[in-house]
């Protein structure tokens, strides 16, 4: 790393732009969690505005003003949350597209019907089985397991069968052509 930087290596910030992982547990990995944090950018970056700086206990005032600094740079909008499951966006999305999905396990209406309420009824430009779908369920079944494996006793992050049973037979959304619609 000295050879990257060499001209002063101290003050090197380092972020990790996972969506589902601790930062706090990467953290502690490195020999500088003072100078580590997230920087979770959403796809696709070019279009996406939107930046969750992530903090942790051992990270300073000055190494979260760089983090913003940088991400203004870009022009992006920061915002700043601590290092909580899926930050503030993933941690209230994954939730949101498993109750959907309860919902339709239950019978309660249709996926078409659900979309088509959030969209018009709460303003969302998308439904969650179609933000869903474009995630990936196997992403979606993937957070919410390693979550739930951290978490148990959070019922939000309880396994799905539905969303298992899709995830099982290959039904993974845009990628496979299929997930909770067929394309």
Same mark, same amino acid.
């Given at each position: ?15 990790? *732009? ?46 979260? *003003? ?87 006793? *959070? ?29």
């Amino acid at each position: 790393m000295r050879n990257v930087a060499p001209a002063d290596f101290r003050q090197c910030l380092f972020a990790s *732009n996972t969506s589902s992982l601790p930062i706090t547990e990467i953290a502690s990995a490195t020999k500088r969690k003072d100078r580590f944090g997230g920087l979770h950018f959403f796809n696709p970056v070019p279009v996406m505005r939107l930046v969750e700086v992530v903090t942790h206990k051992d990270m300073p005032a000055g190494t979260v *003003n760089s983090f913003v600094q940088f991400g203004e740079t870009l022009g992006k909008h920061c915002v700043v949350c601590k290092d909580t499951p899926g930050f503030i966006v993933n941690r209230l999305l994954i939730p949101y597209i498993g109750e959907a999905t309860r919902m339709l396990e239950r019978g309660d209406a249709t996926a078409t019907d659900i979309d088509s309420a959030m969209k018009l009824g709460a303003g969302y430009p998308m439904g969650p089985f179609q933000i869903a779908d474009l995630v990936g369920l196997d992403i979606v079944k993937s957070v919410l397991d390693g979550w739930h494996k951290r978490f148990p006793e *959070n019922k939000l992050f309880a396994p799905i069968p539905y969303l298992d049973k899709l995830v099982a037979t290959g039904k993974l959304g845009r990628k496979a052509a299929e997930g909770f619609y067929k394309y």
